[in-house]
């Protein structure tokens, strides 16, 4: 059952598909709520109404399968993130219904769940995946307690997470000389540009990969972080892009989002390595585009709204010679035709950098490496966590600052300069 939010004017309402009548399809609308929050609380309620009535099934009856799904309408597609909901299917899709779909909801024991998790990590499951797929399914199981009243108790409460040696993986840290190698090898190409970005800020691809001109004040050397890109697989609607992901050419659209967190609106300082790399590009994009005419590929912006009420950005390419009223998007990262160069597009450098570079690398590396390197010599933690854009300084220590030779030295150093210790 599909559900949803809308604004119409200066109030909200819902809306949620009734099935088919007579061969036609009917929905159910109420509006004049003040807030998106209020009409998604009532939402919930009248589906739940709706369910209980017994015009589809009674609570008692309900399959794991059949509530998965509603948890899905009422809760996932409302409340997460685009990307979020993708992770979610997949592990709905790819582990939950599998193994419990058939089983009555009301059914689920906490032995049959602990046997379940045991079996995660026998058959060798990282510990973060197995972890994301009980979460997932225990916050499932949440839901249908409150608001939706199907169960009174979580099984999965009683399950107790299997412990899984975290396993080491490869080194994400780039030395300057496996930096180097990387510059020389993509100096000319499309992948240059993003490199230099994520070496010298710490930015996340997302965040790279949806920069414009506009972004970039060459006067202060500063770039601004308000917006990432996604890609949107058949239009809006996550679960037909789980469903479709065997496909050979999924049908799919690049558009700005939110950042990743409130934090993750910010302004960053960059130096003249970064500048001068900068101005180079921009001059170069400003002659290509003359030398192209109305052949250059450029990119506009369209408006449209997502599942939850909200605005999007689609981002659309079409050929400068029909460009009309639309907003023009002055991406960074293009092609000398104007072509766009996407995170997906990024994935044959990091191909090449394994393969003939023989480096343990993604762009995350990039981001890793800036904040490691700054930390190593001195940098103020507060300004690294600033720089990276998060809300939590935890993270920043425990996720993104690795320990290194030098940081030991200079600790062995400290302490002796404290002690007075002296050479042998």
């Not at 965040?207 to 990432?228: G, P």
């Not at 599942?307 to 009309?324: A, L, V």
């Amino acid at each position: 059952m599909t559900g949803g939010t809308r604004k119409k004017g200066t109030t909200w309402y819902y809306y949620f598909d009734l099935g088919k009548v007579n061969g036609k399809r009917k929905k159910k609308e109420k509006g004049g709520f003040k807030t998106k929050k209020e009409a998604q609380l009532a939402l919930t309620a009248a589906i739940h109404e709706f369910h209980c009535s017994g015009q589809v099934f009674e609570p008692a009856n309900i399959t794991v399968s059949d509530y998965l799904d509603e948890w899905y309408e009422l809760f996932c597609k409302l409340n997460l993130k685009y990307s979020t909901q993708i992770s979610y299917l997949r592990i709905i899709e790819g582990h939950l219904k599998p193994k419990f779909g058939i089983y009555k909801l009301k059914a689920l024991k906490p032995s049959t769940l602990q046997e379940y998790a045991n079996s995660l990590k026998l058959n060798g499951y990282s510990r973060s995946h197995i972890c994301s797929i009980l979460t997932i399914f225990q916050s499932a199981l949440n839901y249908a307690i409150e608001p939706l009243h199907y169960i009174n108790q979580n099984p999965m409460k009683l399950v107790k997470f299997p412990k899984v040696e975290k396993k080491a993986r490869e080194r994400i840290i780039l030395t300057l000389e496996d930096w180097q190698k990387i510059l020389d090898r993509f100096k000319d190409s499309r992948y240059y540009i993003p490199l230099m970005i994520g070496f010298y800020t710490g930015l996340r691809i997302s965040e790279t990969f949806a920069l414009t001109w506009n972004d970039i004040d060459f006067e202060k050397k500063t770039l601004t972080v308000n917006k990432q890109m996604v890609k949107r697989n058949f239009g809006a609607d996550a679960r037909k892009a789980v469903e479709h992901q065997t496909e050979k050419k999924p049908q799919s659209s690049w558009y700005f989002t939110s950042p990743k967190t409130i934090s993750s609106n910010r302004t960053i300082a960059f130096g003249n390595t970064l500048y001068l790399a900068l101005k180079k590009e921009w001059e170069k994009q400003q002659r290509k585009e003359e030398e192209n005419g109305d052949d250059y590929t450029i990119y506009v912006l369209k408006k449209e709204t997502d599942e939850k009420g909200n605005d999007m950005f689609h981002t659309i390419p079409i050929k400068k010679r029909n460009k009309g009223e639309q907003l023009r998007i002055p991406f960074i990262c293009i092609t000398e035709n104007g072509q766009y160069t996407s995170t997906d597009s990024f994935k044959f450098c990091s191909r090449i950098i394994h393969k003939e570079l023989k480096l343990a690398f993604d762009y995350h590396s990039l981001r890793h490496t800036h904040a490691t390197l700054l930390i190593e010599s001195g940098a103020d933690i507060k300004n690294v966590q600033a720089r990276l854009g998060h809300s939590n300084i935890q993270t920043t220590l425990q996720t993104y600052v690795h320990n290194t030779e030098k940081m030991e030295q200079r600790s062995v150093a400290l302490f002796e300069k404290i002690t007075g210790g002296k050479d042998s």
